[in-house]
């Protein structure tokens, strides 16, 4: 449950520059020091000092607005806000003291076409295939360690979702903020919990009339539902904790954990899954944090043989091969082409003859402008 409360530097003390600053996304304290998550500098220790007393008097209020008691009993406390998840740890668990995580999900889009090209996130060839992609109502998972940005790649492909085309949110903590990305949107916000869980969540879900179910997270048998749900016509995205796309089909597998339909829920993997996407990020020579699609691959069922057809490894484009089904999925989207897109055009190089026939056609029309000037002189 979301808490609404003013986000004020007495109430957040040392913690509140990071609070403030954009680019930082976990606050973490361990008892003794600050750690700061940054998407530009990378984890780094902070220079504050965090005193007991701060610590005692910011979990005495945070049990406050929650209306929690925290205690040697109850020795965990969590709350959220709009924009924050905040998890803390008694000390009589957290023996090296008490431990506060401050987790920011900010109710915006980081990435646009433009920051994604500049940055080299990805190649403009697909970063089109994919908006064409959604377009064409694919299933998606996006796969990668934690903190690297799964949930604000999916954030920014939410975006080309049609807003008549109703979206339910799936979520333990309200990371996706799809409301207020896509105000124009038709959708559902469902926030799990004690008394709704991802399973039944999911199967409640039917019953909204969904065209699309966005699951935050992939964990554990609810995975058989999701896929369930997505062989019903509905499309969706989910991410996954996954270090190869190629492991994807095996993960899940081990998540659903029944040996004896291995060989159908396998198919179900292939055939409802349609695209692989695997984030990575590494601190280059400035030791600045750079995020980008290292990986980026189809799964296909088709003539009772499942495939991978992987299009990006290591970050660069290997190949431009899509399976048929997945190109007639396009096709009846309207998608000829699915390299190019009209949301990514303006940044595609200008082709050299049709650059060449420009100039050639402004030289005419000067040479005709300046005879005609001559012609006006003499008469």
Not at 4 to 29: A, M, R
Not at 75 to 103: F, M, P, Y
Request: charged share 30%; aromatic share 10%; hydrophobic share 35%.
């Amino acid at each position: 449950m979301k808490y609404e409360w003013e986000l004020t530097e007495e109430e957040f003390g040392p913690f509140f520059p990071y609070i403030q600053d954009k680019n930082v996304t976990d606050i973490d304290y361990n008892g003794q020091t600050l750690w700061i998550a940054d998407l530009s500098s990378g984890r780094y220790r902070a220079d504050v000092k965090v005193t007991e007393e701060f610590v005692e008097r910011f979990t005495h209020r945070i049990a406050n607005r929650v209306n929690k008691p925290f205690n040697r009993a109850n020795n965990v406390l969590e709350a959220e806000t709009n924009e924050l998840r905040i998890s803390i740890v008694h000390e009589s668990a957290a023996v090296s003291g008490r431990s506060i995580c401050i987790r920011k999900s900010l109710p915006k889009v980081r990435h646009t076409v433009e920051s994604i090209l500049d940055s080299g996130y990805c190649s403009l060839e697909i970063l089109s295939l994919l908006i064409n992609c959604v377009k064409a109502k694919m299933n998606f998972a996006f796969c990668g360690e934690p903190g690297v940005g799964k949930t604000e790649c999916a954030k920014f492909f939410s975006r080309f979702i049609p807003p008549n085309q109703r979206a339910i949110t799936i979520e333990d903590n309200l990371e996706m903020h799809f409301h207020e990305i896509n105000p124009e949107n038709d959708c559902v916000e469902l926030q799990v919990s004690k008394e709704l869980s991802y399973t039944d969540a999911i199967k409640l879900c039917l019953r909204q009339n969904p065209k699309w179910i966005i699951l935050s997270e992939a964990r554990s048998t609810e995975v058989q539902y999701l896929l369930e749900q997505w062989s019903t016509g509905v499309y969706g995205f989910t991410t996954l904790h996954l270090d190869d796309l190629r492991n994807l089909p095996d993960r899940i597998m081990n998540m659903i954990g029944r040996s004896r339909d291995a060989d159908r829920l396998e198919n179900y993997i292939y055939e409802f899954i349609s695209v692989g996407v695997l984030i990575r990020q590494y601190e280059n020579d400035q030791g600045m944090l750079e995020r980008y699609i290292d990986q980026m691959c189809f799964y296909d069922r088709f003539a009772g043989k499942n495939e991978i057809y992987l299009l990006v490894e290591d970050g660069k484009q290997i190949s431009d091969v899509i399976p048929a089904d997945i190109l007639k999925r396009m096709h009846r989207a309207g998608i000829q082409e699915p390299f190019h897109c009209p949301e990514t055009c303006a940044y595609e190089p200008l082709d050299v003859e049709v650059v060449k026939a420009y100039k050639d056609q402004e030289k005419k029309t000067a040479a005709k402008s300046e005879k005609y000037l001559e012609t006006e002189k003499g008469s």
